[in-house]
């Protein structure tokens, strides 16, 4: 429930405003040299630092506030930056199916904002729809709950027109849930489980982080995981779950090591993968996220392993294996069972991605309903772009299944599996899934993924009744 009163619509031009007065907004203070410095556009690191975890926390009578804040990149070199309760990444939520969820968030910035909880099964109310968005100084009571089954999902702001610029600013967080279907696999657990929050930043001359919007898309200069610059893990001899998150606003990550060790790709944006299969690289784009095994056990002590970014040349965290040895199998067989979306599908709707801007045709008014979908009943959405992609495409309300892809890439990649909630849509591509909304009745929303599109239109209110 809102303590404050939502903002009327923004015009694109105040959008504009808002986002290219970021920089001034952030320089002030400074901070003592850079651990980096580039070569043709990639950083070279000159030194590592220690990768930050988050704190976790249960979503009960949790409080949540978003507010300017000053963090550490690496190596004591600090940055202003827009954090979720002083943190970038904010705190690690953990709770389990069944749970309760009560949380509070305080709007600490000098914009409207809401937060979304990305992948979770929520009614209207507490989706973070962005005419729900709070003013400075409200705040906004969640209460739901936690019907998910166990996966890696994730909170971030979604006010109309604000949200590339607050999650480039630092804005997000994880949000585990297990089950016992999980729990009975006996995972990597502990210090052996590790969230690791890929994005891309900018910064100005004083080491703050800045925002620079481009309708195309914001690409920043340096990676990050965790918040942390040129990071590395140190790692014992033994098998490593890592939860990674897409959370760029614009950028798709190719992920290999660069000694050729195989990833165990186990799981994605809905959870548990059918089975279990090996990978040598794997995509991820903004919105979707990976279960990714490890197993560093055969690596001798002092090795270093380099997770690298094929797609940009950038090394983005280094692993430092240790001498001690850490139990612990990969699993095999079936891992989860997946029941295809199947029933009388009377129903294909089709959408079309637009330039940068509209999603067939039309940008986005927060007050229109684009279309009515029936509660309960499966339909096939087929997606296709008109050009500017890739659009990673984000459902709300709804958990889905990629059953085709035509054109462009052509294939259904192993990590589009089982359920997802979102998916990329790269040019000449025609993509397919099989949706159901069995939760909740309610407004939600369909987006593309990419922040600057989103904020600029492309973005569609749809009903299920």
Same mark, same amino acid.
């Given at each position: 429930m809102s303590t404050s009163r939502s903002p009327g619509r923004i015009s694109r031009r105040r959008f504009l405003e808002a986002t290219a007065g970021t920089a001034a907004w952030v320089a002030v203070g400074g901070v003592a040299g850079l651990a980096a410095t580039t070569l043709a556009g990639k950083p070279v690191a000159s030194k590592r630092n220690p990768l930050f975890v988050p704190s976790t926390a249960t979503p009960e009578n949790f409080s949540l506030r978003a507010a300017p804040g000053q963090i550490d990149l690496g190596g004591g070199r600090t940055t202003r930056a827009w954090v979720y309760n002083g943190l970038m990444?904010?705190?690690?939520?953990?709770?389990?199916?069944?749970?309760?969820?009560?949380?509070?968030?305080?709007?600490?910035?000098?914009?409207?904002?809401?937060?979304?909880?990305?992948?979770?099964?929520?009614?209207?109310?507490?989706?973070?729809?962005?005419?729900?968005?709070?003013?400075?100084?409200?705040?906004?009571?969640?209460?739901?709950?936690?019907?998910?089954?166990?996966?890696?999902?994730?909170?971030?702001?979604?006010?109309?027109?604000?949200?590339?610029?607050?999650?480039?600013?630092?804005?997000?967080?994880?949000?585990?849930?297990?089950?016992?279907?999980?729990?009975?696999?006996?995972?990597?657990?502990?210090?052996?489980?590790?969230?690791?929050?890929?994005?891309?930043?900018?910064?100005?001359?004083? /080491?703050?982080?800045?925002?620079?919007?481009?309708?195309?898309?914001?690409?920043?200069?340096?990676?990050?995981?965790?918040?942390?610059?040129?990071?590395?893990?140190?790692?014992?001899?033994?098998?490593?779950?890592?939860?990674?998150?897409?959370?760029?606003?614009?950028?798709?990550?190719?992920?290999?090591?660069?000694?050729?060790?195989?990833?165990?790709?186990? /799981?994605?944006? /809905?959870?548990?993968?059918?089975?279990?299969?090996?990978?040598?690289?794997?995509?991820?784009?903004?919105?979707?996220?990976?279960?990714?095994?490890?197993?560093?056990?055969?690596?001798?002590?002092?090795?270093?392993?380099?997770?690298?970014?094929?797609?940009?040349?950038?090394?983005?965290?280094?692993?430092?294996?240790?001498?001690?040895?850490?139990?612990?199998?990969?699993?095999?067989?079936?891992?989860?069972?997946?029941?295809?979306?199947?029933?009388?599908?009377?129903?294909?709707?089709?959408?079309?991605?637009?330039?940068?801007?509209?999603?067939?045709?039309?940008?986005?008014?927060?007050h229109r309903i684009d279309f009515t979908v029936p509660f309960d009943v499966t339909e096939r959405w087929r997606f296709t772009t008109n050009g500017n992609a890739p659009h990673p495409v984000h459902v709300h309300g709804a958990s889905f299944q990629v059953v085709s892809r035509t054109g462009g890439r052509g294939r259904i990649f192993p990590w589009e599996g089982g359920w997802k909630d979102t998916v990329l849509l790269e040019d000449r591509e025609t993509v397919d899934v099989m949706v159901r909304f069995d939760a909740y009745r309610g407004l939600y929303l369909m987006h593309c993924h990419k922040l600057e599109h989103e904020d600029m239109g492309m973005m569609a209110n749809f009903e299920v009744i």
């Open positions: 990444p904010g705190p690690t939520l953990i709770a389990s199916t069944g749970d309760s969820a009560s949380i509070t968030l305080y709007n600490g910035l000098s914009q409207p904002t809401i937060t979304h909880w990305h992948g979770m099964l929520v009614n209207h109310e507490n989706d973070g729809h962005p005419m729900k968005a709070v003013d400075p100084g409200g705040t906004y009571v969640y209460e739901f709950p936690i019907m998910n089954r166990a996966a890696l999902n994730w909170y971030h702001p979604h006010p109309h027109m604000l949200t590339g610029e607050q999650v480039a600013m630092g804005l997000a967080g994880a949000f585990i849930i297990r089950d016992d279907e999980e729990t009975a696999l006996g995972l990597p657990s502990g210090t052996h489980e590790v969230p690791l929050v890929l994005r891309d930043t900018d910064l100005d001359r004083t /080491g703050n982080i800045v925002y620079k919007p481009r309708s195309g898309g914001w690409l920043g200069t340096y990676p990050l995981v965790n918040g942390t610059r040129d990071p590395y893990l140190a790692v014992d001899q033994g098998i490593y779950r890592f939860r990674v998150l897409g959370g760029a606003n614009a950028r798709i990550f190719g992920l290999a090591l660069d000694n050729g060790l195989p990833f165990k790709l186990i /799981g994605n944006d /809905g959870g548990l993968l059918a089975e279990a299969s090996d990978i040598s690289q794997v995509d991820i784009a903004p919105g979707e996220r990976l279960d990714l095994l490890v197993d560093f056990g055969p690596q001798s002590a002092g090795t270093r392993i380099m997770l690298r970014d094929v797609r940009s040349g950038w090394n983005l965290l280094e692993f430092q294996v240790g001498s001690k040895s850490a139990t612990g199998t990969m699993p095999v067989g079936t891992l989860s069972t997946i029941v295809p979306l199947a029933g009388p599908s009377t129903v294909t709707r089709f959408f079309s991605f637009d330039g940068m801007t509209k999603i067939n045709g039309r940008e986005y008014d927060m």
